[in-house]
Every structure is written in structure tokens, then in C-alpha cells.
């Protein structure tokens, strides 16, 4: 691999591995299927990597430059470094990729406009910042520091928030799929989980060594199953997705289009719906589970959160027959009965 391998990215179709190895000056890509190194991205003093979502672009943060290097990872080629400063550390993407945030050591992190590939802003921390974390919503991206915190930072704001006090020397963060929680790896050989709801840090577990990398399993995502039981114009036809599922968890919300221009939401698998009229109508129900993954990918720079996909909705054809006929046929329209004289 090379001398001194730091950071690693996992990209979001899974396929290859990017790590960054500090004394090559080097970023490798690894084949994960055939466990094969390839030929190795030149980029001065790398520390750790992101990458965008679509999986077009690595980002690269410069220890010794504190600059952002974008990598177009289709030719392998490194373009111009972003901003500057002093020793560039942990790095994270927003889940639309418009935004990367890039912790330094002078206690900034710096926010870059991927369209523009400008940096636009930096936020001052307490302390030197470390790891970078962003939550699967992309509300919120969580830097650690060298003094011992963790510092939420509002996306839409800019606006760092009350930091949390984890103590010890904080490194690495990553974030559970469903946003609850908060992993803080700590040079004293351990993680700390944060509630972050509560911003109250559980007891430490001990890992031994120094750990200055962390991931989180993926959130795999639901999968929906549609039945359809019609019923005439009018009536009540019944839909019943009873039979999704979901690996790791449990469907928590079912989303319904009736295929006649109406829709709603329900936490039942089953429900009714009258058509106003005969016909053909292609009803859809979209599931999500119980930690918030449903049909789109989630993927913050390293690792995916949820690994969602279109198995997460099922479709249908309703057939909908007009009302029947009474016994007998129609009944003839009465004949208007003759005035009377």
C-alpha cells in the first residue's frame, strides 16, 4: 500500500477503495472485488479523503498545504488546490453534494461550493478541529476537536452550535444512519457514542490502539410489496403492501399514489381507496423504514448510510369495472303520464 496509509473512502457504488497514503504523497485506488491496488494519484502531503456522491470526484484534504484537492477520479487526474492554511484534516460531503467541509489545525473548518470549487467561508472551533462527520439529512455536520469536543455546525446557517464535551484527545467521527447517534474514536483508544439529541456522551469502549479512522454499517434499505384487490367504481378497492420488509429493521411509513391524480401516507401496510370511475390505474406505494431510508442512496464522503434503491416501491395494476347492473336488466324510463283534463 505504501508508506503511512491515513485516510480511506469507500466509493457509493462499493466498487473502490480510496486511501490516502501521506509518505507517497500518493491517493491508491483499490479494487475491492479483486482486492487489487491501481496505479497510485499523485497529491502532495494527503491526510484524508472524501467523495462526491455521484462518485465522480475525490476530495483531498492537505496536511501540510491546508488546502482541499479535488480528484476527477474517471482519468485520475488531481485538479487545482482549494484555499489554504494550516494542516487540512478530516473532510465530509453533504449528501447532495453541493458542499464539503474540511477541518484544519488552526481551529477553522472550511465550507467549499463543489459547483464553484471555491472556498466561501470558514467557522472558528474552540480547537484545533480533527474528524468531520455529516448526518444523513445533511442538516448537520459535526467536527471534532483537539480539546476534547464535538462542535455541531447548521448547514443551512453556517453557525457552529453548543459543543459537546467527550474529553480525551477526539479524532475520528461517523454518524449512525439514522442521525441519532454520534462514534468518537479518541487517542486514548477508544469511542464514545453521543446521544445527539440529548448531546450526552455514553460510556467509552475500549478498542485499544489509536484509532483515527471509524464507519458505520449501512442502513440497507426496505423492500416493497404491492397486492391489489379491486372493487367496482365507487367502492372500496383494497391495497395491501403486508408483505414488504426490511433487513435490518422494520417499515415504518408507507407512502401511496392511487394512480388517479390523489395520494396520502399512512404507518398501516394496508389500506382502502374508491376510484370514481371505471378504468385502468397503476397504484404505487413507496416504503421507509424505521431509520429513515427509502428509496434514494445517502452517502456523506466515506461511506453509505443507506443504500437505498427502487426496490423500495412497488407498483400495481388496478382494474376497476363499472358498477354492475341491477337483476334483470335496466330499468326503461317512465312514461310521462298524460295531463289531466
Known amino acids: 500500500m505504501g508508506d503511512q496509509p491515513l485516510g480511506i473512502a469507500v466509493s457509493p457504488d462499493g466498487a473502490t477503495a480510496y486511501v490516502t497514503v501521506i509518505g507517497d504523497h500518493a491517493l491508491v485506488p483499490v479494487d475491492l472485488a479483486s482486492a487489487t491496488v491501481r496505479p497510485p494519484i499523485g497529491i502532495f502531503s494527503p491526510y484524508a479523503v472524501a467523495i462526491s456522491p455521484d462518485g465522480a470526484t475525490a476530495y483531498v484534504t492537505g496536511y501540510s498545504t491546508g488546502t482541499v484537492t479535488p480528484v476527477d477520479l474517471a482519468s485520475g487526474t488531481a485538479g487545482a488546490p482549494i484555499g489554504g492554511g494550516f494542516a487540512a484534516r478530516g473532510i465530509a460531503v453533504t449528501p447532495d453534494g453541493a458542499t464539503v467541509y474540511a477541518g484544519r489545525l488552526d481551529g477553522t473548518v472550511v465550507r467549499i461550493d463543489t459547483a464553484t470549487g471555491t472556498a466561501d467561508s470558514s467557522i472558528l472551533l474552540g480547537g484545533p478541529a480533527h474528524g468531520v462527520a455529516v448526518t444523513p439529512d445533511g442538516a448537520t455536520a459535526y467536527v471534532t476537536s483537539d480539546d476534547g469536543q464535538v462542535t455541531p455546525i447548521d448547514t443551512a446557517t453556517n453557525a457552529a452550535g453548543p ?133 434514494e442512496a445517502v452517502y456523506t464522503g466515506q461511506t453509505v448510510s443507506c443504500n437505498g434503491g427502487d426496490g423500495a416501491r412497488a407498483r400495481v395494476e ?24
Open 163 to 295: 459543543s459537546i464535551v467527550v474529553g480525551g484527545k477526539p479524532t475520528a467521527i461517523a454518524i449512525s444512519p439514522d442521525g441519532a447517534t454520534a462514534y468518537v474514536t479518541r487517542e486514548s483508544g477508544d469511542v464514545v457514542a453521543v446521544d445527539l439529541a440529548t448531546g450526552s456522551p455514553r460510556p467509552p469502549i475500549f478498542v485499544g490502539g489509536l484509532p483515527y479512522g471509524i464507519a458505520v454499517a449501512p442502513n440497507q434499505g426496505p423492500r416493497a410489496e404491492l397486492v391489489a384487490t379491486a372493487a367496482p367504481a365507487g367502492a372500496a378497492t383494497a391495497l395491501d403492501a403486508g408483505g414488504s420488509s426490511d433487513p435490518d429493521g422494520v417499515v415504518a411509513r408507507y407512502a401511496w399514489e392511487f394512480g388517479d391524480g390523489t395520494a396520502r401516507t399512512t404507518a398501516s401496510p394496508q389500506v382502502t381507496h374508491a376510484y370514481a370511475a371505471p378504468g385502468r390505474y397503476t397504484a404505487t406505494v413507496t416504503v421507509t423504514d424505521d431509520e429513515g431510508c427509502s428509496t
Open 318 to 341: 388496478v382494474v376497476v369495472p363499472a358498477v354492475p347492473e341491477e337483476p334483470g336488466g335496466p330499468v326503461p324510463p317512465a312514461r310521462p303520464r298524460p295531463a289531466l283534463r
